[in-house]
Structure formats: structure tokens, C-alpha cells
């Protein structure tokens, strides 16, 4: 069986006009997230592209 998911990941940080810091997988489509701190919005994208991943795995 062979995956289409990456081994490695992008994470694109920055922060938004209104202070909040927005992180992204740029490999996967949607997984973006919101937090109030850069570490936590690096931890939060994290999370989320393991739990789609997760569901990508299962749903094969």
C-alpha cells in the first residue's frame, strides 16, 4: 500500500492585524487555525493535521 501523505510538513505562521497568530499546513488543504499565541497555534495546526490525517488513514 502506498500513502499520498507526506512525511515531513510546511507550517506557515504569521500574525494577523488584530494580534492573533494564524498557522497552516500548507501540504493539506484547510487545516488552518486561529490561536493567541504563535506556540499555541503551532501546537493547535499540529493537532489538527494529525486528526485528519487520522481520518484520511481510516477512510482509505
Do not use: C
Amino acid at each position: 500500500m502506498q500513502s499520498s501523505i507526506p512525511s515531513q510538513f510546511t507550517i506557515e505562521v504569521e500574525q494577523e492585524d488584530d494580534g492573533r497568530w494564524i498557522a497552516e499546513i500548507l501540504e493539506i488543504p484547510g487545516v488552518l487555525v486561529y490561536a493567541f499565541t504563535q506556540q499555541q497555534a503551532i501546537l493547535n495546526v499540529q493537532a489538527l493535521a494529525l486528526r485528519v490525517i487520522a481520518d484520511k488513514l481510516e477512510h482509505e
